[in-house]
Every structure is written in structure tokens, then in C-alpha cells.
């Protein structure tokens, strides 16, 4: 099989076509507006502490809607898409999340709305703010779940084995792009036209991603763009990898959960999913307690991390291809490059005790971990095409999807709790120096129980 895939050369591959890069692109769009509409409270989040009264708590909470919604939707998302199908489950998904992230800016309106609805029923009422941003983060989360498992399913139809951690390292890259035009754009926003300003003109974008996904996008079997030829390439690793059909059996869940490779992949994302999502929704505010940075301040030195990550995700996601050029397996060139990117993350170790040097030190240090995180998500995405059949994915996506939620949802908690209890001791840095050593250490924890749960490749053929 390795050689029936290695004889397709770059050269082959230029001459059955490309139009699989196109589909690539999409998803890196896709993932972008994602990541642009996801951000937005994180970037806003000092004015509307300051405007709302806010304490880091409240923030915790209101971010944790967010990740626990994602995490339950995620389970139901992976399933969903299996059985509505790439395009229309992706076109459903950015139109709930892209009303959610419009949503934001009515949060007034709706946080009123639900206490009446509470006080009605005989329920306590919380702060009218977050009441509706906890609503706007739910609708948002909701859609954006859908995002990887369709863009993962997506890249195992339209991508042969060997391409699909590349593949996914310049999707997954979108999310790098989107976290960099956020701080450059949002505050501009928010300061010249409002906050609510912000969340209407992101979150309206993804109607026009919207446009292009149906114009361009179908299965490839089906698809009029794509050349005999590379279809044939795509499918080059068959039998397991052949085309998902609508007719393709669903494995149940629990069927699914008797698999340690499901095991694996789950336990990867419960560990290292929170770390991203604190990297995305604490570091503004981090700067604004530790350095005085207000929103304008931020845009530069958040671009700059940002920006490192795009290097980590799509060479995190070419790093396979080295091992595999040199006669190792898939499992094994996976495996080997995760090793390598979760030593990575240990330089956070040192950024609070050297951030006395200034902000660019911690800035720096965390881009490096934040870098080694995409690299991390383009190969742990990748080990569930490695190893389930084609029409399984996006239910097994979903289920380390959920699993990762709600490590987000575990460590936005402790983050929040953390930073109230040593701030009002005057010791806030201590706060953030525990959560940046779990930051440091989760990816090396991640990496060892994974490979106890699969220490060798064994590819599911029976579901």
C-alpha cells in the first residue's frame, strides 16, 4: 500500500490536478471566521469588565458557556454531519454560529429578555450582561462545533492519507489567521463605531464563506471540477479510505467507545484543547493586569504571537512527511512528530518568572506554546483518518471534541477562580504561573498516555 501511494510524486500529483486545494482553502476560510468571531469577547473583554463590573469569575463563567456548550455539541455535531453530509452540515453550522456571533451585540436586549423569562418561573435572575453574552456564547457555540468535524471529514474525502496532516495543518492554520486579524481589527471597531459594531460586521462574514461553500463544494464523487485522475489519487490508499457514500453504516457511539484509538484521541483533546482556548481567552487580559495594555496596546504584540502560530500549525503538519520519507509508518511518523512538538510547550515554564524583563518575554515564550498547540491539533486531527473508516470520522471528532470542551471548561474555571483568589492577595503572578505550568506540561502527559492506550498503528476495519 505505502508504495502504491508513494509512486504518486509531486510531479503526478500536478498532473491529475489540484482542485482538492481548493476545498483546502475553503476550510482554512472556514476556520478563519471561526476564529474571528470566537476572539471577539476575548479582545473586548477589559472595556466590557470595566463597562459591566465584571469579575474574573464572571468572565470564567461566561466564557465557560461557551466551551461546555461546544463540548456537548461537538458529540451531537460529529454525528450530525455524518448523516446530513459535509455541505449541508457546514452550511447549517455557520449560520447558527454566525447569528450567535451577532447576537453578541444584542446582549443587552436578550440578557433582559431571559430574567424575565426566570423571574417569571420563580428563578433567580444573574446580571442582565452576562446573562445575554452566556446566550450569544451558547448560539456561537452551537455552530462553531461544527466547524472541525466538518473540515476533518472534509480533508479524509478529498485528501489520500499521506496529505491529510499537511492538509489539516493549512486549515488548522486558519485559526492562527483568524487570532491575528481579530486584534487587528476588533479594537479599530469597538473604539471608532462600538463594541457592538464589532460583533454584527465579524460575525457577518461567514454569509459570504457561506456563498462560496455552496458554489464550490461537493462530494467528490460527484464533484464536475474534479479531474478522473485525481479522484483516482485521492483514493489511492483504498479500500479504507474509499469514498464515504450517503448509504455508509454509523457506528454507534458505544460501538465507537470500545476503541482505544477513540480513547486516545479524546484524552489527547481533554488535555490540550483548555490550553488554546486560555492562550485565546486569557492573554488580553492577562496584559491588561500584568502590563496596563489596554486594546490598541495589544494589537501588535498579539499579531506577533499569533503570527508564530501559523508557522507551528503548517509545519507542525508537514513534520509527519519527514519521518515518513525515511521508512517510518503513518502511526509511527505521527507519533514521533507529537513527541518533538509537545517538549515544545515547556519554554512557557519560564514566562512568568522572567516577565519582569517586559511583556515581549512572555509574549514570545507563549507564541512558542501557542505555535506547538496548532502543530499538536493539525497531527491529533489526523490520527482519527489515520485510523477509523471515512464515514466514522466526524462522530469520532466529535467525541474528543466534547471531551476537549470540557478540559476548556476545567481550566477556564480553575483560571478564573485562580486569578480572584491571588488577586485579592496582591499576588495575581502566582495565579499565572500555576496555570502556565499546566500549559507547559499538558501536551507531554497527553502524549504518553495516548501512546500507552496505541502503541502501534492498528487500523479500525470493522465498523
Known amino acids: 500500500m505505502n508504495q502504491q501511494v508513494m509512486s504518486f510524486t509531486p510531479e503526478r500529483t500536478t498532473v491529475v490536478g489540484r482542485y482538492r486545494w481548493t476545498i483546502c482553502a475553503l476550510l482554512f476560510f472556514a476556520t478563519t471566521i471561526n476564529y474571528l468571531d470566537r476572539q471577539v469577547l476575548s479582545l473586548l473583554a477589559p472595556v466590557l469588565t470595566?463597562?459591566?463590573?465584571?469579575?474574573?469569575?464572571?468572565?470564567?463563567?461566561?466564557?465557560?458557556?461557551?466551551?461546555?456548550?461546544?463540548?456537548?455539541?461537538?458529540?451531537?455535531?460529529?454525528?450530525?454531519?455524518?448523516?446530513?453530509?459535509?455541505?449541508?452540515?457546514?452550511?447549517?453550522a455557520i449560520i447558527v454560529w454566525s447569528l450567535g456571533a451577532?447576537?453578541?451585540?444584542?446582549a443587552i436586549g436578550i440578557g433582559t429578555a431571559v430574567n424575565s423569562v426566570l423571574t417569571t418561573v420563580g428563578l433567580a435572575a444573574v446580571p442582565v450582561?452576562?446573562?445575554?453574552?452566556?446566550?450569544?456564547?451558547?448560539?456561537?457555540?452551537?455552530?462553531?462545533?461544527?466547524?472541525?468535524?466538518?473540515?476533518?471529514?472534509?480533508?479524509?474525502?478529498?485528501?489520500?492519507?499521506r496529505e491529510r496532516s499537511f492538509a489539516t495543518g493549512i486549515f488548522n492554520s486558519g485559526a492562527n489567521v483568524g487570532a491575528v486579524l481579530a486584534p487587528l481589527?476588533?479594537?479599530?471597531?469597538?473604539?471608532?463605531?462600538?463594541?457592538?459594531?464589532?460583533?454584527?460586521?465579524?460575525?457577518?462574514?461567514?454569509?459570504?464563506?457561506?456563498?462560496?461553500?455552496?458554489?464550490?463544494?461537493?462530494?467528490?464523487?460527484?464533484?464536475?471540477?474534479?479531474?478522473?485522475?485525481?479522484?483516482?489519487?485521492?483514493?489511492?490508499d483504498a479500500p479504507t479510505s474509499a469514498p464515504a457514500t450517503e448509504a455508509a453504516p454509523k457506528a454507534s457511539w458505544f460501538k465507537l467507545l470500545g476503541y482505544r484509538q477513540t480513547w486516545a484521541?479524546?484524552?489527547?483533546?481533554?488535555?490540550?484543547?483548555?490550553?488554546?482556548?486560555?492562550?485565546?481567552?486569557?492573554?488580553?487580559?492577562?496584559?491588561?493586569?500584568?502590563?496596563?495594555l489596554s486594546g490598541p496596546d495589544m494589537v501588535v504584540p498579539l499579531a506577533v504571537l499569533y503570527s508564530m502560530t501559523m508557522i507551528g500549525s503548517v509545519g507542525g503538519g508537514w513534520l509527519p512527511t519527514w519521518?515518513?520519507?525515511?521508512?517510518?509508518?503513518?502511526?509511527?511518523?505521527?507519533?514521533?512528530?507529537?513527541?518533538?512538538?509537545?517538549?515544545?510547550?515547556l519554554v512557557v515554564l519560564a514566562a512568568q518568572p522572567l516577565g519582569y524583563l517586559g511583556y515581549w518575554v512572555p509574549v514570545l515564550l507563549i507564541g512558542i506554546g501557542a505555535s506547538a498547540h496548532q502543530a499538536w491539533s493539525a497531527n491529533l486531527f489526523t490520527t482519527v483518518s489515520d485510523m477509523f473508516p471515512k464515514h466514522s470520522v466526524g462522530s469520532v471528532v466529535g467525541i474528543g471534541g466534547m471531551a476537549g470542551g470540557l478540559g476548556g471548561v476545567l481550566l477556564t474555571k480553575l483560571g478564573g477562580a485562580l486569578f480572584d483568589h491571588y488577586g485579592a492577595l496582591g499576588q495575581l503572578q502566582t495565579g499565572y504561573m500555576i496555570m502556565f505550568s499546566i500549559c507547559a506540561l499538558a501536551y507531554l502527559v497527553a502524549w504518553c498516555v495516548m501512546k500507552a492506550l496505541v502503541p502501534a498503528h492498528r487500523e479500525i476495519t470493522n465498523l
Open 50 to 92: 470595566k463597562e459591566f463590573g465584571w469579575t474574573n469569575t464572571d468572565y470564567a463563567n461566561i466564557t465557560a458557556t461557551f466551551q461546555f456548550v461546544y463540548a456537548i455539541s461537538m458529540l451531537f455535531a460529529g454525528r450530525v454531519i455524518d448523516r446530513m453530509g459535509t455541505k449541508r452540515a457546514y452550511i447549517l
Open 323 to 345: 519521518f515518513l520519507d525515511r521508512g517510518y509508518n503513518i502511526y509511527q511518523g505521527r507519533m514521533r512528530a507529537m513527541l518533538l512538538i509537545a517538549l515544545c510547550p
Open 129 to 161: 450582561s452576562i446573562a445575554g453574552f452566556m446566550v450569544g456564547r451558547a448560539v456561537l457555540a452551537l455552530g462553531e462545533a461544527g466547524n472541525f468535524p466538518a473540515a476533518i471529514k472534509a480533508t479524509a474525502e478529498y485528501f489520500p492519507k
Open 185 to 236: 481589527s476588533v479594537p479599530l471597531i469597538a473604539e471608532y463605531w462600538g463594541w457592538q459594531a464589532a460583533f454584527i460586521a465579524v460575525g457577518a462574514v461567514g454569509f459570504i464563506w457561506m456563498g462560496l461553500w455552496i458554489w464550490l463544494y461537493d462530494a467528490p464523487e460527484r464533484q464536475r471540477r474534479l479531474s478522473a485522475g485525481e479522484l483516482a489519487y485521492i483514493n489511492s
Open 265 to 292: 484521541f479524546a484524552f489527547g483533546k481533554f488535555m490540550t484543547d483548555g490550553v488554546w482556548w486560555f492562550f485565546l481567552f486569557w492573554l488580553p487580559k492577562y496584559m491588561s493586569a500584568q502590563y496596563g
Open 102 to 106: 451577532i447576537g453578541h451585540a444584542y
